[in-house]
Every structure is written in C-alpha cells, then in structure tokens.
C-alpha cells in the first residue's frame, strides 16, 4: 500500500497533497469579505465557499449523488410522523451505510475520468518527449548536458540542440562551404498543462523548420515570433526564450534573448556575465527586430540557460530557490563537467524544496568548452 514509504514521507505527501489541493481550490473563490471578521466566523465563511468550489466542479448528476450522500451521513433516523401516524422509522445505521456506499459510487466515477485523462496525458508526454533531443549532440570541445522535469504530465518548456546551416559565408573562407553551427534553444510557454504543451509543440516545429536555412540568428527570431504571433489567439499566449549559435571551431558565440530568464556565462577566471541582448517574448508583437548579442567562449567556460522554475522553485514556506543559491552552486563546482554540474544542480534544488510540490515547469542546460 505505501510502496515502502516511511510513516514521515507518507504524511508530508499528504500535507504537501492538502496545500496544493487547498490553493487550487481557494483560486475560485474571494477571501477579501471574510477580512476583519472573528476567526470561526472567518473559517465557516471560507469552508462554506470552498465546498461550493468543489461541487461546482462536479457534473450536475454528481452535485446531486453528493448532496444525497451527505444527507445520509449526517441524517438523525428515528420517526417521522404525519399527524398521529409514524409514516417512516430507521435506525442511523443503514442511512449511514448508503451514504458511505454512495460516496464511494462518487469516488469511482472521479477516479475513471481521472485514469482515462491520465492515460491521455501520458499518451501526451511520451509524444512530447520524442520532440525534444535525449541526448546531446556529441562535438568535440564542447560538452552539453540538459534536464527537463514537468510540474504536471505534459510540459510548457522546450529545449533543443542540434547542428544548422551557418549563415551564407559565416566562419568560413569565401570558396569554401560554411560549416554547420550548433543551435541550442530553451524556452518557456506561459501557462502550464495541456495548452501550453500544444504550443511548445508548435514553437518546436516552427524552429526546427526555420532554422534549416542559412539565415542569421536574428533573422530566425523575428520568423518564430512572426509565427508564434500568428498563433497567439487572443493575446494571451506568448513564449519567452533563449537561442544561441556556437561555431564548434572558434567558439564565437551568437545569440538572442526573447524576454527570457538572463543565462549565466561562468567565465573560467570565476567571473560571472549575463547575456542580456535580445527583445520581446515571441507572440506579443509581430515584426519585432531582435538585435544579435555576440561573444566567445574560452576553454573553461560555462554557459548556464534555465527557465523561470528553477530559481522560482518554492520550498514548504514559500521561499524561493532564487539565482543566489544557483551561482553558490555553479561556484562550489568550477572545474565540473556540464553532466557533473547538472546533476548538481538539481540536487540543490530539491534539497531547498524537500517535500513541497513542484509547482512550475524546471528546464535547464549547460555548455562548457574545453
């Protein structure tokens, strides 16, 4: 039953379980009138709107079973009487035990919605796994290491690496063919679940297409954010990101932030740089011009790119993990590889966070030259 649990573990699941089960609840309704009132005042004000918010989430034919269910549960027995006759006579018992029974008919409905719609995301998440690389790209003098981990089933971040064209006579002699450049992506789609995977989805297929022909990084981010604009119905969606270039023979470095989170360059010496040029998130204007930030990564050096879940990672008192912790990490290991690193990193993380949920989507990769 407890799949060989410790008693602790299995109740910090269960308050972990209660306070996410609590905050999705308490979404839907206004604590704002229960302010200033007396504490038991308050709390029946709260518990009456938070089972509100629960049976409206039912269908209709489960609003009623559940109401019938607890009228059972709570119903007295004994007699009721019209005029001088007893018309009905019942023990406790028997109306507790159909009561108990018909919340467990409830519970087994919930329960297969719930494993059909899990098998359907699961569905969702290997197809969303074949989109992105399991392994990085094997080039030499660069070391590539990533790691991806949804706070649902199916995930809103993408990351990606892979060889391209270089842009018409980049790094490359005026008679000779350019040599292909390594692309790494990493991006993070507003919102979580189900619409956001659709649209990480979309922005995977748009890159991939894009990035086969030799145009320069810019280039490439105004074309996704043309297409995410395109995509964005109703202006609510939009995807922030990060791309970069590596020429795998000099190391020079091209890129462009899309509203994303600063990537961390560790320079060998132990300084710490950000990679600030770019423009807006991709969806929000169509015809935005990105400008191109440009640089070189000596041997040593170590470009770090996340997306906002793991700075943002909350433990049980709603502190967050925050870059401070990530660059103590980044600087207790300077010599490490990029898989090394990684592995480091997220261990951190979930050390800070124990047992609270995860609530955003956590992407990471890292690049060192050597």
């Known amino acids: 039953m407890?799949?060989?649990?410790?008693i602790q573990e299995l109740w910090s699941q269960i308050r972990a379980d209660a306070r996410a089960s609590y905050q999705f609840y308490a979404k839907d309704i206004d604590q704002s009138e229960a302010k200033g009132e007396p504490r038991l005042k308050r709390g029946l004000r709260i518990g009456r709107a938070l089972f509100w918010a629960m049976l409206m989430k039912l269908t209709p034919a489960r609003r009623v079973l559940l109401l019938i269910a607890i009228a059972l549960l709570v119903f007295p027995g004994g007699e009721v009487q019209y005029g001088n006759e007893v018309v009905?006579?019942?023990d406790t018992s028997p109306l507790h035990i159909v009561g108990g029974l018909l919340l467990f008919v409830l519970l087994a409905l919930e329960l297969a919605d719930r494993v059909t719609m899990k098998r359907d995301l699961e569905i969702a998440r290997d197809i969303q796994r074949w989109l992105m690389p399991e392994v990085p790209p094997q080039i030499p003098g660069v070391d590539i290491a990533f790691a991806t981990r949804a706070a649902?089933?199916?995930a809103g971040d993408y990351y990606d690496a892979f060889m391209r064209p270089a842009a018409d006579g980049a790094g490359a002699e005026p008679s000779a063919e350019p040599a292909p450049h390594l692309l790494m992506a990493i991006a993070d789609v507003a919102g979580k679940s189900v619409p956001a995977a659709l649209l990480m989805a979309t922005f995977q297929a748009s890159l991939r297409t894009l990035a086969m022909?030799?145009?320069?990084?810019?280039?490439?981010?105004?074309g996704l954010n043309d297409y995410a604009c395109g995509q964005n119905i109703g202006g609510t969606r939009f995807t922030t990101a990060f791309l970069a270039e590596l020429d795998p023979a000099t190391h020079a470095l091209t890129y462009v932030r899309a509203g994303h989170n600063l990537p961390v360059l560790a320079r060998a010496s132990g300084a710490i740089e950000r990679l600030e040029t770019g423009g807006l998130p991709f969806g929000i204007r169509p015809g935005t011009v990105y400008e191109a930030g440009t640089g070189t990564l000596a041997p040593g050096d170590l470009l770090v790119m996340f997306t906002d879940g793991l700075v943002e990672a909350e433990n049980e008192s709603g502190e967050e993990y925050g870059e401070a912790r990530m660059l103590q990490t980044l600087a207790e290991r300077p010599s490490a590889g990029a898989r090394e690193m990684l592995k480091a990193l997220m261990?951190?993380?979930?050390?800070?966070?124990?047992?609270?949920?995860?609530?955003?989507d956590i992407t990471c990769m890292l690049v060192r030259t050597l």
């Open 2 to 6: 407890t799949e060989g649990l410790e």
């Open 347 to 360: 261990a951190s993380v979930d050390g800070f966070v124990g047992p609270a949920r995860q609530h955003d």
């Open 152 to 154: 649902n089933t199916v």
């Open 88 to 90: 009905f006579r019942s």
């Open 213 to 222: 022909s030799p145009s320069s990084l810019a280039v490439l981010a105004r």
